[in-house]
């Protein structure tokens, strides 16, 4: 199956490589320099690389010299909280989390509770939100990081993180805070380094660019030790060296995307279009979570099997996800914190979109999972 018979609705999982992207990186890769050599030829690399950084630092809404490249988003979730953590390590050994974090967070939390720290998980609420007031109150004297994520991967709800950044610096100005704004990279009005937060994680393949490529963005004046030595590049906080032509993709997706200023008012459109549709077609359908971020939502099928359908819609092409990409078959851990009934939790469908998801792609989507419905019986009463 190629990609021009896909009914692609996966964007939150990953996003196809956009035009601009593809065509930045064909022309990276066949400059071979390496940014650190001394020659003309090398300082050319080197010049690209400076360009590619104030295309993501403007993306991040920040200036260059305070994004630094990493391989991917776990990478910089890694390196925030593993090295964060020991910035405040005369202070305390707490951490304070949210139950809905992605798996690059929640594992390297659950590492470092093996190693002597403590970690508090916030539950959200029904809606999968969660309050400043909730997280202030987790707030201890010995409390050395927060780390939050800004948008969702599978309910698409947008976390207070500028006024729980606020509310937690107010409590305590030295508690670092962590933000992972892999799915909220030009996803939202405001950029990531709004928010106010210490440092910020971003990863190329939710926005148009390639795979293996992401940033963290490092507050001016914070000393935040590197979690990979050797080389010293990235002013020495990020040894390797630089992935040229990932980091093109990166670039390019990032001033494609903000070259169309409507993408998210389109995105919303084709999302609210989208729920219309299914709710005509199956009945029975219940909405999980709207989304505040226009490109993802939630739905069920209560009682039905999720894995099922959606072996079943991606036979005939149509891609859809039972929880976030990384779960294998297992069930979220997002939806089973907002404490979603057993047959709402078995039939649960995420949807993500993309400015360009199209209404006959919605209206294929609708038929091909409403005849589904019909044929596939529920497991559960
Ligand atoms: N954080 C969130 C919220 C994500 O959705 C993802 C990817 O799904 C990641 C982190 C990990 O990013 P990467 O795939 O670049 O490692």
């Not at 950084?53 to 630094?68: F, I, K, N, T, W």
């Not at 959200?124 to 202030?136: K, T």
């Not at 979690?227 to 990235?234: A, I, R």
Request: net charge positive; with cysteine.
């Amino acid at each position: 199956m190629n990609q021009t018979e896909l009914t692609y609705f996966d964007y939150a999982a990953t996003t196809p490589l956009c035009p601009e992207a593809l065509t930045a990186m064909t022309q990276a890769l066949t400059q071979f320099g390496n940014p650190s050599s001394q020659y003309a030829y090398a300082r050319q690399a080197a010049q690209a690389v400076r360009s590619h950084r104030e295309s993501v630092a403007q993306a991040l809404g920040c200036a260059a010299g305070q994004v630094y490249f990493t391989s991917c988003g776990t990478e910089g979730d890694n390196w925030a909280i593993r090295r964060g953590v020991e910035l405040g390590r005369r202070r305390g050994r707490h951490i304070v989390t949210t139950a809905i974090e992605h798996a690059a967070v929640l594992e390297t939390c659950r590492d470092l509770e093996r190693r002597g720290y403590e970690v508090t998980y916030l539950s959200p609420d029904r809606a999968g939100r969660i309050s400043s007031g909730q997280l202030c109150s987790a707030i201890r004297p010995d409390t050395i990081l927060v780390s939050m994520m800004l948008v969702n991967n599978e309910t698409g709800v947008v976390l207070p993180v500028a006024e729980c950044v606020q509310a937690v610096k107010a409590a305590n100005p030295a508690i670092l805070f962590h933000c992972d704004a892999v799915q909220g990279l030009l996803k939202l009005p405001d950029p990531p380094v709004a928010t106010g937060a210490d440092l910020i994680t971003v990863s190329a393949h939710k926005v148009g660019g390639p795979k293996g490529v992401g940033a963290l963005y490092i507050k001016a004046g914070l000393r935040l030790p590197p979690l990979l030595t050797g080389g010293g590049q990235e002013g020495g906080l990020r040894s390797g060296t630089e992935a040229t032509a990932q980091l093109a993709g990166f670039a390019a997706a990032c001033d494609a995307a903000r070259a169309d200023p409507d993408r998210l008012e389109r995105t919303a459109a084709i999302k609210a279009y989208t729920l219309d549709r299914l709710r005509q077609a199956i009945p029975r359908l219940e909405v999980v979570s709207p989304g505040d971020a226009p490109h993802i939502c939630t739905v069920t099928l209560p009682g039905y099997p999720g894995e099922v359908l959606v072996r079943a819609l991606g036979d005939q092409g149509v891609c859809l996800s039972s929880g976030s990409a990384c779960h294998r078959g297992k069930p979220s851990h997002v939806f089973a914190a907002m404490g979603l009934p057993r047959p709402w939790l078995s039939g649960v469908l995420r949807l993500s979109f993309s400015p360009d998801t199209t209404k006959a792609q919605a209206d294929r989507l609708a038929q091909a999972l409403g005849q589904l419905s019909q044929t596939i019986l529920p497991a559960l009463p």
